[in-house]
């Protein structure tokens, strides 16, 4: 299990930032942590909404900070970086690069260059300047992990997805990339690659038309609990996975999209052409 402690370092406890940690999966990483000892500063651009889960876990019990973070903009990321050194009551040792925003219904071409810029600004370049902030620091220290929260998305190349896609493939590739600049080092890199999750996403993004009304049904029906993700993505991170994909229809994603890629794309453009 987690545990209070990180492996390979036995004097330290967790601290940890979560960035989106004002609602779904971001608060349920900071309550997780909280409930496993560890200490939390929790950042979320809705500075209101971090400070309410802090208030949760500290009414629980727990230790938990709350700051404002846009993860878009490198100079808050590295007022994050700061503020961590100043609050948390030992050197940040698990940095969770969660927050993200949804956007789709449209086809590329129709999709705005701006919902493009949005999406990539806050789910692509939120996790680089996360990485880029955080993993030197943790290579320093020679222990520690990152979680970067991509997506199912990052490789299922569902239609009228495009900039979600984009966003989640690279964040994909980054925590691959990592994995392998920091095998060795004692940090650990763990991507989580889910696909529904019940959380506020659809509510809070910009995903239209049938889509956003299909992505409601879907997540009532199929949506797994944002706590159950979070307990397997902890235990998994403290395995040392790379990849977390917590549901069946993830991990059958996965196989099938390199096991038959023709059928799989065929696939995906028929579910185009009848939804
Ligand atoms: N819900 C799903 O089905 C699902 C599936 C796969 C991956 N994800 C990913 O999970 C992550 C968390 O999303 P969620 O589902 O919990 O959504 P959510 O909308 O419930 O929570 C996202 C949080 O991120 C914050 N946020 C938005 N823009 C930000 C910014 N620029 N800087 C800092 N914080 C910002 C929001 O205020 C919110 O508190 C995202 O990266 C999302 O892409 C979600």
Redesign the pocket.
């Known amino acids: 299990m987690f545990g209070s402690r990180l492996p390979g370092n036995p004097g330290n406890s967790v601290s940890a930032v979560v ?8 608060r349920a990483f900071a309550l997780e942590i909280a409930r496993r000892r560890g200490a939390v500063l929790c ?4 500075e209101a ?1 971090a400070q309410l889960t802090a208030d949760e876990i500290v009414a629980a019990g727990g230790r938990a900070w709350a700051v404002v ?4 903009k490198i100079a808050e990321v590295q007022k994050l970086a700061r503020q961590a050194g100043e609050i948390l009551p030992q050197p940040v040792n698990l940095v969770v690069n ?5 956007a789709g219904g449209k086809p590329v071409g129709e999709t705005p260059l701006t919902d493009w810029k949005w999406t990539l600004g ?2 692509l370049w ?1 996790v680089i300047h996360g990485c880029h902030v955080f993993a030197p620091l943790l290579r320093h220290q020679g222990h520690g992990g990152i979680v970067n ?5 990052s490789y299922s190349a569902a239609p009228l997805m495009g900039p979600y896609n984009v966003s ?1 493939a690279g964040v994909l590739a980054l925590s691959e990339t990592l994995a392998a600049e920091l095998a060795g080092t004692g940090v650990k890199i763990t991507a989580l690659c ?4 019940k ?3 659809n509510a ?2 910009r995903i239209v038309g049938d889509a956003s009304k299909l992505f409601d049904r879907l ?1 009532d029906r199929f ?1 797994m609990a ?1 706590d159950r993700v979070v307990r397997m993505t902890l235990d998994a991170h403290q395995r040392g996975d790379l990849y977390v994909m917590p549901q069946f229809d993830a991990r059958l994603i996965w196989r099938a999209k390199r096991l038959m890629p023709r059928t799989y794309a065929m696939g995906a453009g028929l579910f185009n052409r009848l939804h």
């Open positions: 960035t989106g940690a004002g609602s779904g999966i971001g950042s979320d651009i809705d909404a973070c846009d993860v878009s969660n927050a993200g925003v949804g806050i789910n939120g929260v991509a997506s199912t998305a989640k889910p696909t529904l999750v959380t506020n996403i809070n993004g997540m949506g944002p």
